[in-house]
Structure formats: structure tokens, C-alpha cells
């Protein structure tokens, strides 16, 4: 049986938390990956100034930045245009390669259904989010996504990395169209 791979980025960490964060992560630290959500929060604010629903993702390889994107769907007229899709069609296209094989994407609310089957289609290996998304996140809230047996594909996740302010980023945005 496989085993579920969601880790939980808290602060308290135990030995063992600590030994799965380092191995999940291909060596990273956390602080690592905290540098490059940071790169998908501001992609997630400029969204938000643009109009958009203030979402980020970044694409990397190693320490190289393929993409970093934010929602674009009204400035597009795209449905499509979730910051995962748009990142990860600028990953492909930089890389000259449909599939990302050994990148890692980092977002801030974890995917809905659509993004999270996009990087079951392109191979990703490591999806790092920031909040979880209780409506519509079919990685760990519904579905089940990048954990499915059903797919040929499993992405290793790991959650909660910067969670408040992926989250109250969400929340301000919500709270200020009321
Ligand atoms: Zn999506």
C-alpha cells in the first residue's frame, strides 16, 4: 500500500516530521521552499491589483525559476487561466519539454480539480501549497487528486507552507467584495 505523503509544514516539529520534510522535499529546508511561495504570494497580489482572485504559483527546477503566474482568468476571458495552468504552460514551454518531470510547483491555495489533474498530466513531482481550499481543493479537502491510485501519475505534496498569509490574502479579497 502506498503511503500518504502530505506533510504538515507546523512549527512544532519532531524528529521524524523533520527527517519526512527534508526527505519529501528533495533535501530542501523549509526555509527554501518558504522563498519561493513568497515568489507565488506576490504573483498572487499582483493578481489581486489586476482584479483578479488573488492566486499565485511558481514553477521551479533546482533553484531556477521557470514560471511564476498569477489567476488571470477576467483578464483573459480564459476559465482555464488558474495561476497553476498559466504557470505551468510557461514551465513547458521554457523547458521545450509538456513534461515537467523532477520540477516542483509551489501555489498558494491548493488546487482545485483542474490544476491539480494539469500536474498529474505533466509529471510534476512536488506540490508545495500554502492554505488549503475547503470549496473547491481536490488535493487534500475533495478528491484526492495527486494522490489517486486510479492515475499514473503521484505527486508527492506537502501543505501549509506560509498558511496565514496565503490564507488571510484570500480572505481580505472575499471580506473586501461583500
Ligand atoms: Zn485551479
Known sequence: ?????????????????????????????????????????????????????????????GDE????????????????????????????????NYRLAKTIVYSTLEPCAMCAGALIQARVSLLVYGAADEKAGAVESHFQICDANQLNHRVEVIKGVLESECRELMQEFFKERR
Open 65 to 96: 525559476l521557470l514560471a511564476v503566474a498569477g489567476n488571470r482568468t477576467r483578464t483573459d476571458c480564459d476559465p482555464t487561466a488558474h495561476a497553476e495552468m498559466v504557470a505551468l504552460r510557461a514551465a513547458a514551454r521554457k523547458l521545450g
Open 1 to 61: 500500500m502506498r503511503s500518504l505523503t502530505v506533510i504538515f509544514a507546523t512549527p512544532i516539529v519532531c524528529c521524524s516530521l523533520f527527517e519526512a520534510m527534508f526527505s519529501a522535499s528533495e533535501g530542501r529546508p523549509l526555509s527554501a521552499h518558504e522563498r519561493w511561495m513568497r515568489e507565488a504570494l506576490q504573483a498572487a497580489r499582483d493578481a489581486r491589483t489586476a482584479g483578479e482572485v488573488p492566486v499565485g504559483t511558481c514553477v521551479v527546477i
